[in-house]
Nanobody, 116 residues
Framework: QVQLVESGGGLVQAGGSLRLSCAVSGSLFSISVMGWYRRAPGKQRELVPAITSGGGRRYADSVKGRFTIPRDSAKNTVFLQMNSLTSEDTAVYYC??????????WGQGTQVTVST
């Protein structure tokens, strides 16, 4: 059983920073992609950043230059470093892990609220 445990969400003022973490535990043969999605009220879920097993990263245009996705491969942990937050970043953030054999796992979601 694979589990993704997220932490680090909360309330932050506009312009501030927040760091989310996602620890992966359980039997997963190998990880292909680790990423973060978010769903804001009234909007569709969107991919924020993702990192492949080879270290390649991609970012949504809306977060480029503000968000990064550090990773601790030894601990199967991925982070989401969010800087210069705006109210548009308010959403529930979900960690996602995809395995090389089409496995697809999700975290429980963590709320990020940016106040103005």
């Amino acid at each position: 059983q694979v589990q993704l445990v997220e932490s680090g969400g909360g309330l932050v003022q506009a312009g501030g920073s927040l760091r989310l973490s996602c620890a992966v535990s359980g039997s997963l043969f190998s990880i292909s992609v680790m990423g973060w999605y978010r769903r804001a009220p009234g909007k569709q879920r969107e991919l924020v950043p993702a990192i492949t097993s080879g270290g390649g990263r991609r970012y949504a245009d809306s977060v480029k230059g503000r968000f990064t996705i550090p990773r601790d491969s030894a601990k199967n942990t991925v982070f989401l470093q969010m800087n210069s937050l705006t109210s548009e970043d308010t959403a529930v953030y979900y960690c996602n892990v995809k395995g090389h054999y089409a496995e697809d796992y999700w975290g429980q979601g963590t709320q990020v609220t940016v106040s103005t």
